[in-house]
């Protein structure tokens, strides 16, 4: 079955998040750091929770990024900077 175009992109991304996870050995209740939160951050982030994380915590500069970490089940996120 030929890959469709449109998701490969997702697919991907998607794959090296969970294996991101996985090579962590993340065990359930653990608590989790991630720095960064686009795309494959933001896939990790949903993969860690879905694997059993207690605690997801971002660090990422722009408050957009920030706030979409939070709906997507950060415990919470940190700018890096000053303030």
């Known amino acids: 079955m030929p890959c469709q175009t449109k998701k490969a992109p997702w697919s991907s991304r998607t794959e090296v998040a969970v294996r991101a996870v996985r090579k962590s050995e993340l065990r359930l209740g653990e608590t989790v750091a991630i ?26 500069p722009l408050v957009a990024r920030r706030e979409l970490a939070a709906r997507l089940g950060a415990t919470a996120s940190f700018s890096p900077g000053p303030g």
């Open 35 to 60: 720095i960064g939160s686009g795309t494959v951050g933001l896939l990790i982030l949903q993969v860690a929770r879905a694997a059993g994380a207690s605690a997801v915590y971002v660090i990422e």
